[in-house]
């Protein structure tokens, strides 16, 4: 534990690291890169205190994320999962849904967990997951009962790119989704509105 705050305290005085994080955040800016976006909050968040900074970075994270979504919708593009740059699009979104489903704003969390289900159609197993989350609000459940309930965050593969989402579940997904047959067709209703033709 010493030796991790001893490295901390040496990077935040490391000239050429502070440097790194300059051209660092130089690069997302130019490039509206939320990729490089969460290089940089992950390397402040260690190091840094400067909250306004840190708000700063996550900010335009999610402006960028949400500007790159009404793009994508408007013209009827999916996620492609293998490229890093919509994989942290994507987790981006992810992040928010989960922070409005913890603070109960369970319409706002449900058409997240909804767009995401309909942008990962090419990725099966988080298309599914974001219909059991989606399924999860509508059935009323608090974002501690899906937790504790649904969600099994016991099981997590750092190796695996979608790591950052909640894909394993207590439940049977099959049964779940069975028992639930009115919710995934109120769900595949809601978004009958994206599938617009081209």
Same mark, same amino acid.
Do not use: C, W
């Given at each position: ?19 790194n994080l +300059?051209?660092?955040?130089e ?22 205190e ?8 996550? =900010? ?9 979504l ?5 013209n009827?593009?999916?996620f492609?999962?293998?490229?890093? &740059?919509e994989?942290? =699009? ?8 989960i922070?409005?489903y913890s603070?109960?704003d ?6 997240l967990f909804?767009v ?11 298309n ?8 999860? +609000?509508?059935n009323?459940s608090s974002?501690?009962?899906?937790? &504790?309930?649904v969600?099994?965050t016991?099981k ?7 790591a ?5 579940f207590?439940?049977?997904?099959a ?11 109120? +769900?595949?209703?809601?978004?009958? +509105?994206?599938?617009k033709s081209?």
């Amino acid at each position: 534990m010493l030796r991790e705050e001893i490295d901390i305290e040496a990077l935040r005085s490391n000239k050429d690291f502070l440097a790194n994080l +300059v051209l660092l955040e130089e690069e997302m800016r130019e490039q509206k890169s939320i990729r490089k976006g969460y290089q940089l909050l992950d390397a402040l968040l260690l190091t840094s205190e400067d909250e306004e900074k840190i708000n700063d970075i996550f =900010t335009f994270i999610l402006q960028e994320a949400f500007d790159r979504l009404a793009e994508y919708l408007s013209n009827q593009k999916r996620f492609d999962m293998k490229e890093p &740059e919509e994989l942290f =699009t994507a987790r981006a979104i992810y992040e928010h849904a989960i922070e409005r489903y913890s603070e109960n704003d369970m319409k706002g969390a449900k058409e997240l967990f909804e767009v995401l289900h309909f942008m990962s159609e090419g990725e099966p197993r988080l298309n599914e997951a974001m219909l059991v989350h989606a399924i999860s +609000v509508m059935n009323g459940s608090s974002f501690e009962e899906f937790i &504790e309930n649904v969600a099994d965050t016991g099981k997590y593969d750092e190796t695996d790119a979608l790591a950052y989402f909640l894909l394993n579940f207590r439940i049977d997904i099959a049964d779940y989704l069975e028992e639930n047959a009115d919710h995934a067709a109120r +769900v595949r209703e809601d978004l009958k +509105v994206l599938e617009k033709s081209k």
